[in-house]
């Protein structure tokens, strides 16, 4: 088989995203285990002015669904970002997949040149072709956001390996 | 132009990197400015069992000089792992570019089925085909430390945000 666009999104953001859902699990896990309320990893952050737990996972789930949706034309659903405990998270996570899973390959495959315009911050825009947009900016920042989560967590004492980053479940299955 | 396995690994890697060395240059200003010896930087580990940012440097850099070698057929560099300072972690990166920018497009495209196997841990080797090693170990394992010594530098304070990671030197050119 030859890389395409549909080869080289959608079964990184899914697998990935598969991974963060195991992620949750050890950290609701590891909370339980503590006895304390795991709401306070969902409001850890690692820099008083960095984003904290819970704007990463939505982060690392609206990067690819709306990153998606503009490459493949494909409308995509809207949240409310009303999640506040790990199981609406991992709701939040499974809602996303269901919206990937639904697009077809052949609406994403052949987009590389399509122009993408996408908003960047409160009130700039930016455009580029498809091929870079994924490449250079929605792959970066959902790696960015899921990283950033597990260090969140690892910094919390959790017990997370590379294995759960880059197999999730599958690591231990 | 159709993407490809060069276009969807190496421009992705140089940009990057460069984009590390941005930030290691950011670190190198903030231990000066507030005048503790940057050493202490490259020391820090967000969790006492995690690797330390010197680490996540080294394998941000063999991550893709490895994995690139392996798809490709062209014989790395091997580098003695003895960066102590900003500046020679710096000149790693650069080793790494240089190394990448070396790589002809046509010894890495039309590679997507070829089969590769690579250590993983101390003992044991796994085999991928080289697509689904690209995007489902290469770059999720480069994307993992870029981002951690990114969130050891935001953790102790360096001034760094997302358009640093996006755009390095880029973002404020």
New interface residues.
């Given amino acids: 088989?030859?890389?395409?666009?549909s080869?080289?999104s959608l079964?990184?953001f899914k697998?990935?995203l598969g991974n963060l859902s195991h992620i949750l699990d050890k950290g609701q896990a590891h909370a339980e285990a503590k006895k304390f309320d795991p709401v306070v990893l969902l409001q850890y952050r690692?820099?008083p002015d960095?984003l904290p737990f819970t704007r990463q996972i939505l982060i690392a789930c609206d990067g690819p669904k709306n990153g998606m949706a503009r490459i493949s034309g494909v409308e995509a659903p809207k949240f409310d970002d009303t999640e506040a405990t790990i199981p609406e998270l991992k709701a939040r996570i499974q809602k996303t997949l269901d919206y990937l899973d639904s697009l077809p390959a052949d609406k994403v495959d052949g987009t590389?040149?399509k122009e993408i315009t996408f908003p960047v911050g409160r009130d700039k825009t930016r455009t580029m072709k498809a091929?870079a947009y994924l490449?250079?900016?929605v792959?970066?920042?959902f790696?960015?956001h899921i990283?950033?989560a597990?260090?969140i967590l690892?910094?919390n004492?959790v017990e997370l390996g590379?294995a759960d980053?880059?197999a999730g479940a599958r690591a231990s299955a």
């Fill in positions: 088989m030859t890389i395409s666009m080869s080289a079964p990184v697998a990935m690692l820099a960095m590389e040149d091929e490449k250079h900016w792959l970066p920042n790696y960015f990283t950033t597990y260090a690892r910094h004492g590379k980053y880059l």
